[in-house]
């Protein structure tokens, strides 16, 4: 079974701070990416990687960046955080034509 | 733009009660359609998936789906729900062009027992 982990379950930042949020997934996938979830607005997608050190924008980059140095690990940063960024951040991963598969979820909040 | 549209934000039903809930999509490509679920404090998980063939498809958990392109519609049915299908669901397209997933919305469903 796909296994999709992300490192943080729950995290509480301040305002200003880098924040890395990390994903890793055990099933070789080539494509990999990040959303935010917040509610009424579904899931919305910041960036994907189709490879190793292959990125590509999503809907709502700004603010953020992301780094794909081994093909297992997707990591999404918070260059500066700020309030507006709270939200649920979902992980996920596919092989090409095939359905994502998600991991748990951080819920970070910016204070 | 391509988008996903779900007809319902929230939906409240009684257990044995049947459901439908409606999706369209736009998008004039080659799809590929799903119907993902997340129950409270779970991750999201595949309910049903449309690639090709039957245009009705059947997921877990009693789930089917009916593709219908000349509608652009995947909606989903259960002829009779149960207390622990409360739960969000999400449909969604995959471009086939740049594997990306375009997601709707999303239904919250509440299953009074």
């Known amino acids: 079974d796909v296994k999709v982990t992300q490192s943080s379950r729950y995290l509480v930042k301040r305002t200003g701070e880098k924040v890395f949020l990390e994903c890793v997934q055990d099933m070789d996938h080539e494509n990999m990416f990040w959303y935010r979830q917040d509610p009424g607005l579904g899931l919305r997608l910041i960036y994907f990687?189709?490879?190793?050190?292959?990125?590509e924008k999503g809907d709502i980059p700004e603010g953020y960046s992301v780094s794909r140095e081994k093909k297992e690990r997707f990591s999404l940063i918070l260059e500066s955080a700020s309030t507006n960024q709270t939200s649920m951040y979902l992980c996920?991963?596919?092989?090409?034509?095939?359905?994502?598969?998600f991991g748990d979820g951080t819920r970070l909040s910016i204070l | 733009a391509q988008s996903v549209s779900q007809h319902n934000h929230h939906v409240i039903l009684s257990e044995a009660a049947s459901l439908e809930l409606g999706c369209n999509y736009s998008?004039?490509?080659?799809?590929?359609l799903f119907w993902y679920v997340q129950y409270p404090g779970q991750h999201l998980q595949l309910l049903l998936k449309?690639?090709?063939?039957?245009?009705l498809v059947k997921g877990i958990k009693g789930f089917e789906a009916e593709f219908i392109k000349s509608k652009f519609s995947f909606n989903l049915r259960k002829p009779s729900v149960q207390w622990s299908d409360t739960a969000e669901y999400f449909c969604a397209v995959l471009k086939n062009r740049d594997d990306k997933i375009i997601f709707g919305k999303g239904t919250r469903l509440h299953i009074l027992p």
């Open positions: 998008y004039g490509g080659t799809v590929n």
């Open positions: 449309y690639f090709s063939g039957d245009p």
């Open positions: 990687s189709y490879d190793v050190k292959m990125k």
């Open positions: 996920a991963s596919s092989v090409r034509g095939q359905p994502q598969h």
